[in-house]
């Protein structure tokens, strides 16, 4: 990489770094300064003018069960959700890449989901799920899997995996997207030497395929992970964090404080606090799973 | 060779299984926008149906401003991919190709954006936005969608132009080029497969968003898809007949971009490498 | 070709070295200081326009709407902009414009939501359009001895139930809870019918059916104190006896109802309309609406109810109105809501869902210009039913006592009632535990204003 920092250089790197720059601060990290910072002022919803309080709202916060409850279905949703996630990429990944007829047309259908909006998807499962009017318990029925309906969004423990299922369905094919493109870029030559070792299918998955999707999985899961974490649409589409708690995640929660109690302040703590949490597991996550080391060993 | 028969056959069924569970949601979603309204709540279903009908579609295009939506949706989505691709292209070919102060600072930063939850950003970005005069418009809304695909957008690129070798540009420059003719004419080219899966991320991003658009667009005449099949959901009802017609029609051309575009999605989103 | 990915790298960055620190806390000032400048950015009020946000989804409405705007564009000048959020994101709307100090002229929706606002000091006095319109003192919202308010219709919670169905099994309509009881389980055979609907959610269906509930039972949120302070009184003396025995009773009826854990108000309609229960409520006639366009068929056979009285007859009343934001276009907004009102357009506006939003007043009501309306001239029943409780419905910040009861929006925003209900009929828990918990949640809201 070259190092040198010539004025001409200079200008190169203003001119290319400039746009992206000023995109950014503009539209991404004002708006989020200016939200973190609310975290430290009384601010209700009704009223204009707010008063510094220090770490007041932050107190308050800490202090609620529900915080803390909120945390828990977070987490469960999160590794629940990325792990379906990773599964499902993998599960399409491999088998995608291999030749078969029609993989054009599989290939776009899985990715589709991820291209809906996701109201549409929202909206989607809540038709097909639907106790009394969905396709899914008409089946079951019609099997006699099932004697009554099973209410996927509405019973108190099947709501939870009844969202993961929902998110993997939609994002799960970003994570085959990635894999598909990263097992395209291994070196075929690197199977045919497994091969000539005398290596079935499932060591060169375990020789050959994983450690080439190590990064890429560990990608995925940060990627998704944080994306995950700050779900907020879809399960407020289906279940607005019900039945009772079942699925009120930290994202549906902060909403609530801010939009039903009317309290920005307070829901800016909230959002401070999911922040540094992402902040400190995306740190340890590289820490812990760092890719660079193992990366030339597999090359 | 039996073997090799029956890991076909296990490769068959599962992937049979795989895509009757990524299908059946869109086939039934295509079904129930082609239900005649009557049926509509009469369950049980007919899992393949025989009686179509188009009132769903023909209600949904002739009485509800879908079409506005879909071209409001479409105008935005297309500045964002514009907007991204340039940005993101030129950051990442800075940062592959220059050393320079607060780079990994820069670099980190970008991700940064996607650990705060986006929650509490209405205030805010209203507030910049009514100031700028840009609600209810499209630039206003475009950069509001540049904000979250532009950072995984640069780090795609950033990855991309890490593969595209040097030597192929400092060919270029020894047979005079300049920097910027090298970069249009050498880099751009061979950096394709990346620039269109930014593209169709940046697409993605901008097609699905409801949060931002809701906040900014509030004349109904700016909606986009999103917030306007939000309208199909009432306090009293909701429209299921219109919601399924409008992901049909949605889905299509979402399925041909898909279909066309997947050679260059196969090598450009192979990032994490 | 580098073969490390630089991911990593910039993550190793972030350890935090002392520079770093000092940057980031010099950024963390700039932005500090921030919302006070963005906050006070000046919000120029232009006197020929308004902006009125209406929580109204039905496209008939919105052409009234049209109509009516471009009369008073006529013949004011002032240009009216129109936004329709819906009803489930009006809160958030209101909120982020007072928030940015940029309210909104006019927001048409009910006025326990406004209740909110105009606590916080930011609705207009409009007490001369209330006088000026003979708005009934039961509709009016007084907060800080202004009324807040201008009330242009109304609606009360009552039942709906399949004349035929009783007909059939020989049953008489019911009357009291026990009577509630037994048609319901004589009429419920599940899972193709059921005897009535109790929806058990968080949702303002399941709240407005556990207050309504409360009301007939003569039991209370709060009481007023001897300060003349309101006090949360749900678990008090004889008083939680009473709400324990209404959620008793909701939870024995929701033994012949469909599980209903994340109903709202669409659900009651479309159970309804799809022959799946005996006996739904809503808070007007949509429900009506809803099944005259979707099941013609059982619309004739669908009669309005009181819900069983027990200590009161009371009638849960819920009140949509006019509000007009403090330090926007107030002359503009005031204005618009007088020829709004006054417009031979407002009855057709009334008309967009018939006999679902009622006018204000009783004589609109019996007004041949309300009744010339093909759906009210099928329906007279209905409107005779409503004729016949006029009056006896009571907002829910005036239940408690005859002064506002400001603290209505703790129990009421987050749907606790629904809670409450959820709680036991899905959760198992048990009626008294509940109720308690229940107060100490708007206990713990009180001590926190």
């Known amino acids: 990489m070259s190092t040198s920092d010539s004025p001409r250089e200079g200008g190169w790197v203003a001119a290319a770094i400039g746009p992206a720059l000023i995109l950014l601060l503009l539209t991404a990290y004002i708006p989020i300064i200016y939200a973190l910072t609310l975290a430290f002022y009384n601010k209700t919803a009704f009223n204009p003018d707010m008063d510094f309080v220090g770490l007041k709202n932050f107190f308050w916060l800490l202090k609620r069960d529900d915080l803390w409850a909120a945390l828990g279905k977070s987490i469960v949703f999160t590794l629940g959700s990325v792990g379906f996630q990773l599964a499902f990429g993998l599960f399409f990944g491999l088998l995608l890449n291999e030749a078969i007829r029609g993989r054009a047309i599989m290939r776009s259908l899985v990715i589709l989901p991820y291209l809906l909006p996701t109201i549409v998807i929202g909206l989607v499962f809540r038709w097909i799920l639907n106790p009394e009017f969905g396709v899914v318990n008409q089946i079951l029925l019609s099997w006699g899997v099932v004697e009554r309906p099973i209410n996927f969004f509405g019973g108190l423990d099947v709501a939870m995996t009844s969202i993961i299922v929902t998110t993997g369905w939609q994002y799960g094919s970003f994570a085959v997207l990635l894999i598909l493109a990263r097992l395209q870029s291994i070196n075929p030559r690197l199977y045919e030497a497994a091969r000539s070792c005398g290596a079935g299918t499932w060591r060169c998955f375990v020789d050959v395929t994983l450690p080439n999707l190590r990064t890429t999985l560990l990608l995925i899961a940060l990627l998704r992970g944080i994306w995950m974490f700050n779900k907020f649409d879809l399960i407020w589409i289906i279940t607005k964090g019900g039945p009772l708690q079942a699925t009120e995640t930290l994202p549906i929660y902060v909403y609530k404080i801010a939009f039903q109690d009317f309290n920005f302040g307070r829901a800016a703590a909230g959002c401070f606090v999911m922040f540094v949490i992402l902040l400190v597991v995306s740190l340890i996550y590289f820490k812990y799973f760092n890719p660079t080391k193992e990366i030339e060993v597999n090359r | ?273 | 070709m580098t073969k490390k990915t630089e991911l990593p790298g910039v993550f190793r960055q972030l350890k935090t070295s002392r520079r770093s620190v000092l940057r980031s806390s010099a950024y963390l000032g700039l932005g500090l200081a921030a919302p006070s400048i963005i906050s006070r950015a000046a919000w120029a009020q232009d006197a020929k326009k308004i902006t009125f946000v209406s929580e109204e989804s039905n496209p008939k409405a919105q052409a009234v709407y049209d109509k009516i705007n471009a009369d008073f564009e006529a013949e004011t000048g002032i240009s009216v902009t129109m936004e329709y959020p819906g009803f489930e994101n009006i809160a958030q709307r209101v909120a982020t414009l007072i928030a940015s100090g940029t309210p909104a002229e006019l927001v048409w929706y009910g006025a326990g939501s406004a209740m909110e606002v105009a606590l916080q000091g930011q609705l207009a006095d409009v007490s001369d359009l209330v006088t000026d319109l003979g708005i009934p003192d039961n509709l009016r919202l007084v907060v800080d001895g202004a009324d807040r308010s201008v009330a242009t219709s109304q609606q009360f919670v009552y039942g709906w139930y399949r004349s035929d169905l009783y007909d059939e099994a020989g049953l008489d309509p019911y009357a009291d809870w026990d009577s509630y009881l037994a048609v319901s389980e004589k009429l419920n055979n599940p899972p193709a019918m059921y005897g009535n609907i109790v929806p058990s959610a968080q949702s303002g269906a399941s709240h407005l059916l556990m207050e309504t509930m409360m009301q007939k039972n003569d039991a209370h949120w709060f009481k007023m104190g001897d300060d003349g302070e309101y006090e949360v009184y749900l678990d008090q003396g004889d008083n939680m006896g009473k709400v324990v025995e209404t959620l008793e009773f909701l939870n024995k009826a929701h033994k012949f109802a469909p599980e209903g854990s994340n109903y709202s108000w669409g659900d009651l309609m479309s159970q309804y309309f799809t022959g799946r229960v005996a006996n739904s409520y809503y808070v007007g006639a949509r429900l009506l609406e809803q099944t005259m366009s979707n099941a013609p068929d059982l619309a004739p056979l669908t009669k309005p109810i009181s819900l069983p009285a027990k200590a009161t007859d009371n009638y849960y009343l819920s009140v949509q109105g006019f509000h007009v934001g403090k330090g926007s276009n107030e002359d503009g907004a005031k204005q618009y809501v007088k020829f709004f009102m006054n417009h031979p357009a407002y009855i057709e506006w009334l008309h967009s869902v018939p006999l679902h939003i009622i006018p204000a007043k009783q004589e609109v009501l019996n007004s041949e210009a309300y009744m010339d309306n093909d759906v009210i001239q099928q329906r007279m029943d209905v409107l005779e039913f409503l004729d016949s409780i006029w009056g006896k419905g009571r907002a829910p910040y005036y239940w408690d006592g005859d002064k506002l009861n400001k603290y209505v929006g703790l129990y009421q925003n987050d749907s606790l009632g629904g809670w409450m209900l959820a709680a036991m009929n899905i959760g198992g828990q048990d009626a008294e535990s509940v109720v308690k918990e229940a107060a100490d949640k708007i206990r713990e809201k009180m001590s926190d204003l």
């Open chain 2, 1 to 273: 060779m039996t073997a090799h028969f029956v890991v076909r056959w296990m490769r068959f069924m599962w992937l049979s299984v795989g895509m009757i569970f990524v299908v059946f949601p869109l086939y039934w979603m295509a079904t129930t926008a082609l239900t005649p309204r009557a049926e509509l709540f009469k369950p049980p279903y007919p899992l393949l149906r025989t009686s179509y009908s188009l009132e769903n579609l023909i209600e949904l295009l002739s009485a509800t401003q879908f079409l506005t939506f879909l071209k409001n949706s479409l105008i935005v989505a297309a500045g964002a991919v514009c907007i991204n691709v340039v940005a993101a292209t030129l950051a990442g070919y800075a940062l592959s190709r220059f050393a320079f102060r607060g780079k990994n600072l820069f670099a980190a930063a970008t991700l940064w954006t996607y650990m705060f939850p986006p929650i509490l950003l209405a205030i805010p970005l209203y507030l910049m936005f009514s100031t700028l005069g840009m609600r209810n418009s499209y630039s206003g809304l475009i950069l509001a969608h540049v904000s979250i695909s532009l950072p995984l957008n640069i780090w795609i690129m950033w990855q991309y132009f890490q593969v595209v070798p040097r030597s192929l540009e400092e060919a270029a420059w020894t047979s005079g080029a300049s920097r910027f003719r090298a970069l249009c004419e050498v880099l751009l080219p061979s950096a394709m497969p990346g620039i269109i899966s930014a593209a169709i991320f940046a697409f993605a991003l901008s097609w699905n968003d409801f949060a931002f658009a809701f906040i900014l667009q509030t004349d109904i005449s700016m909606f986009t898809l999103p917030v306007g099949l939000a309208t199909f959901v009432e306090q009293s009802a909701i429209h299921w007949g219109l919601i399924m017609a409008s992901s049909l029609i949605v889905s299509l051309p979402t399925f041909a971009l898909v279909f066309l575009m997947q050679r260059y999605l196969m090598r450009g989103f192979a990032i994490g490498k």
